[in-house]
């Protein structure tokens, strides 16, 4: 299925979308965890800066 999803954004409308990656650090047992969004080129920074908000 993850194939079919990076065919999918790598034509037409999918260029404007790209994947965000943010790791986080738990404060209670130090270990990290990711999350992954598809975003609108446009909000990237937007998604990022709320990431850093929720530490």
Request: no cysteine.
């Amino acid at each position: 299925m993850a194939k079919k999803v990076v065919a999918t954004l790598k034509t037409g409308k999918g260029k404007e979308y790209s994947k965000v990656i943010t790791m986080t650090k738990s404060p209670k047992t130090g270990a990290y965890s990711f999350k992954e969004s598809i975003v609108h080129n446009d909000h990237i920074k937007d998604a990022i800066a709320a990431s850093q908000e929720g530490q």
